[in-house]
């Protein structure tokens, strides 16, 4: 069926660098997608969303960009800190009769050096 | 504002006991509503939603069940737990495709 993955499980950096998380969608019909943030114990908090009509949005240090050609999502975080440590999904919605239901990616672990 | 309630945080049940599980949202009306497991170092696997009173669509099937006696209350339910059961719980809720919100979760243990 339609999935949503992730190409890399873990990722560490060091405080101040920028990290580039990414996620792969199969689901040509998918037309939102969303970041969240996990940290442990507690549901995922809501980051950042891109629809499938833009290819680039922009949060405060952080940014969503879609390559809709390549299926292919990635979140950026800028100037990364030790609270940004967590686990990273990205979730799809492919829209139509699929309506809220999102499809989840299985997470990068974020780990973050001070 | 709409905010959403999930509790207990933390359950420990007996295999073979019964669960219930219990979500509300406050601030919003006719919401859709979701239950997401999410199993120890996994993404999350959609188990039920919900688009009005009554109305539950399974998404995969297994020893759980879903209610919506009113809008905005959402329960979750076994009547008899395996240990396979285990896991993290949360609720969630949409008011459009566009905006998706998490409770913060029950962490069900069965022993």
């Known amino acids: 069926g339609e999935s949503v993955g992730l190409h890399l499980p873990t990722l560490s950096v060091q405080e101040g660098d920028n990290s580039i998380i990414n996620c792969a969608y199969s689901n040509s019909a998918s037309d939102y997608f969303i970041w969240y943030k996990q940290e442990s114990g507690k549901g995922p908090q809501f980051i950042i969303d891109?629809?499938?009509?833009?290819d680039k949005r922009q949060g405060q240090r952080v940014t969503v960009l879609l390559n809709k050609t390549v299926k292919h999502l990635s979140l950026q975080i800028a100037a990364t800190q030790p609270g940004d440590s967590a686990v990273y999904f990205c979730a799809e919605n492919a829209g139509g009769t699929s309506y809220g239901k999102l499809t989840f990616g299985q997470g990068t672990i974020l780990t973050v050096h001070p | 504002s709409q905010t959403i309630h999930q509790w207990p945080a933390t359950l420990v049940q007996p295999v073979g006991s019964p669960l219930s599980l219990e979500c509300t949202v406050e601030g919003t009306s006719n919401p859709n509503l979701y239950w997401y497991r999410q199993a120890a170092g996994r993404g999350l696997q959609l188990l039920f939603y919900?688009?009005?009173?009554?109305?539950i669509s399974s998404e995969v099937p297994q020893n759980l069940s879903a209610s919506r006696p009113q809008d905005r209350q959402f329960i979750l339910s076994s009547k008899k737990l395996l240990l396979s059961d285990s896991g993290f719980y949360l609720c969630?809720?949409?008011?459009?495709?566009?905006?998706?919100?998490f409770g913060s979760g029950t962490r069900l243990t069965v022993v």
């Open positions: 891109i629809r499938s009509n833009m």
């Open positions: 919900s688009v009005g009173i009554g109305q």
């Open positions: 969630a809720w949409s008011v459009s495709p566009y905006g998706y919100t």
